[in-house]
């Protein structure tokens, strides 16, 4: 827990030094939020205010961009020479990449922040409870968690950190076909299957429906499962490719 933790600040005040891929994960987000807000709300009919809708989607972008860093990260470590001085010192595989992904939960926690104050600014207005906000935070925990874990397992695949920003990219695009920014039934019917069944639209629909104080049904349900199932393979995934790649 003591490497973990001393780890972990060396993230944070890596992601610090990093001013431009800070600044990009943290911008970004609420960047696209307005442009779907401004630009795309007024032409899509989901029932409600668009700027209520869209922001559950946006919060998971957020997570994957945080998580895109993690990968990065932990591929120039492995470039780097870094691993070796660590193991060196007796430091084991799982402190140096909770150090990762700790610094992960960190910047999400962050950008999650900034877009929610953006969004109250632009007319969000939900009508959780608190235990509906504490169901809400805990579980996009729970799903940054998730991919952080599955970001360092795709940063030891890549041999390059240029080769695992691009591997992240399909973690990024998830919210797109999904209800992230618009219902599913307005998608052509050939791409429901994916989009009602990928991990990431329990997630959203969970988050929505705590939000705005409404029915999540088995939502919620569906989404631990999903990001436990995440969680579990990032880990054995990450542990199995350090032990390869340190040998």
Not at 119 to 133: E, K, M, T, V
Not at 140 to 155: D, T
Not at 223 to 229: D, F, M, N, S
Request: aromatic residues 10%; positive net charge; charged residues 10%.
């Amino acid at each position: 827990m003591s490497d973990a933790l001393t780890l972990i600040g060396r993230g944070i005040r890596l992601s610090r030094r990093n001013t431009d891929a800070l600044i990009t994960a943290l911008a970004l987000p609420i960047m696209l939020m307005l442009i779907f807000v401004y630009f795309f709300g007024g032409a899509i009919d989901t029932g409600t205010r668009y700027v209520t809708y869209v922001v559950p989607g946006v919060l998971l972008l957020c997570a994957g961009f945080g998580a895109a860093g993690t990968a990065v990260r932990v591929s120039d470590d492995m470039k780097g020479g870094i691993i070796d001085r660590l193991r060196s010192l007796d430091v084991g595989a799982v402190p140096i990449l909770a150090g990762h992904v700790g610094a992960s939960l960190a910047r999400n926690l962050m950008s999650t922040g900034l877009v929610l104050g953006v969004a109250f600014l632009i007319g969000f207005r939900p009508a959780a409870s608190a235990a509906g906000w504490l169901a809400a935070l805990g579980l996009l925990f729970a799903f940054i968690l998730a991919i952080s874990w599955l970001s360092a397992a795709i940063g030891l695949v890549a041999r390059t950190p240029e080769a695992a920003g691009g591997f992240t990219f399909f973690m990024m695009f998830l919210p797109y076909p999904s209800s992230a920014f618009v219902p599913i039934d307005t998608m052509p019917s050939w791409l429901h299957g994916f989009a009602d069944h990928q991990p990431v639209t329990p997630v959203i629909e969970s988050l929505r429906a705590l939000l705005l104080g409404r029915p999540a049904g088995d939502a919620p349900w569906i989404a631990l499962a999903w990001c436990a199932g995440l969680l579990a393979l990032g880990i054995a995934v990450s542990g199995t490719l350090f032990r390869v790649r340190t040998r």
